[in-house]
């Protein structure tokens, strides 16, 4: 398999597990902050500092989902029910990325 082809199938996956995320079960709660944090991870420090995105890179949260974005990685304990809703629905357009950084990940393992 290509590493195209890698990151397609895993975006398929990715992408499946937002259409079936219960925002009622606190372990998928979890998981949608752990999507946030890597992400807010790829901006860069300026913008983790500004809480919002600035660089126009493709890396990390884009300008419109900056703001609320940072505010879920940044939420200290379990985020409400209605912050995941949110979440659920922006979180779902970066399944690339997060498809990426997990691949990425498992090569440093």
């Not at 259409?19 to 890597?38: T, Y």
């Not at 879920?72 to 990325?97: E, F, N, P």
Request: aromatic share 6%.
């Amino acid at each position: 398999m290509t590493p195209q082809q890698e990151i397609v199938a895993r975006h398929k996956i990715i992408r499946r597990w937002f259409d079936r995320c219960d925002v009622n079960k606190l372990e998928h709660r979890a998981a949608l902050k752990r999507a946030a944090e890597m992400l807010q991870s790829r901006q860069t420090h300026r913008e983790q500092n500004a809480g919002k995105t600035i660089e126009l890179n493709r890396r990390g949260f884009n300008g419109h989902d900056g703001g609320f974005g940072g505010r879920i990685a940044t939420w200290r304990g379990d985020i409400t029910i209605r912050m995941a809703v949110g979440a659920k629905s922006m979180l779902r357009k970066y399944a690339r990325q997060l498809a990426q950084m997990a691949i990425d990940h498992e090569k440093m393992v």
